[in-house]
């Protein structure tokens, strides 16, 4: 079993880096995917945000009312900690037992913020950052969501500058310009992938 941790800035493409390597035989463990089931009704983070938080924090659906819960995290440091601590355990057991799972090969976790967290480098063998300029970003991102760049800035602020972001990579794909093939062909060529094409995989797409 070999551990990628796979990340990059908001509108970089590191979604359609990932596709590609699950094309490629790839398994793709996805942690926004499992902080979203988990606090949503039912969740297993769920009773843990009610007691910490109060009722104020669950919607009306018995989810996590994430407006609010941004609100919340915004204006008082301490509560983005206290939400921490009870999502990233939560996160990190489903991680752990959807590999194990998985059985033997190349597994792909794909991490937002594995630089910011702090504890993901122990936890894969190689960090693959796919990198693209802040304006870039920018543009894709409000393309293809129609958020404000007032709203992408804002979210870009909430992460680690690209350089740190590169400094913490063992790999960088700088994905400003290429296409769909041109990216497939960055991302197969990477030492540490080992994957073979799927068969008809390609597009002639650009990379978003």
């Known amino acids: 079993m070999r551990r990628i ?35 949503q ?16 924090a669950v919607a009306a659906d018995g989810s996590m009312d ?7 995290v915004f204006a008082d440091p ?5 939400l921490e601590a009870i999502l990233h355990p939560a996160i990190g057991a489903e991680c752990e037992a959807m590999a194990a799972a998985a059985g033997p090969g190349l ?3 794909d991490v937002p913020l594995l630089v910011e967290s702090g504890r993901w480098r122990g936890l894969v063998d190689r960090v693959l950052v796919v990198d693209a300029t802040e304006e870039t970003q920018l543009r894709r991102v409000v393309a293809r969501s129609g958020w404000t ?4 800035l804002a979210v870009i602020a909430q992460q680690v500058p690209r350089s740190v972001r590169r400094a913490a990579a063992d790999a960088v794909i ?7 093939d041109e990216l497939a062909q960055e991302v197969r060529a990477l030492p540490f992938v080992g994957l073979e094409p799927a068969a008809g995989a390609g597009s002639s797409e650009n990379a978003r």
């Open 107 to 109: 597994i792909v976790f």
């Open 149 to 152: 760049r007032e709203a992408v």
């Open 78 to 82: 301490q509560a983005k900690q206290r």
């Open 66 to 72: 994430r407006a609010r819960m941004r609100e919340m």
């Open 41 to 56: 009704p039912g969740g297993a983070a769920m009773p843990a945000i009610e007691a910490a938080f109060g009722p104020s």
């Open 174 to 180: 700088f994905n400003e310009t290429l296409s769909f």
């Open 5 to 39: 941790g796979l990340t990059g800035g908001i509108g970089s493409g590191k979604s359609t880096v990932a596709a590609i390597l699950v094309a490629d035989g790839a398994t793709l463990i996805d942690t926004d995917a499992i902080a979203r089931a988990i606090t």
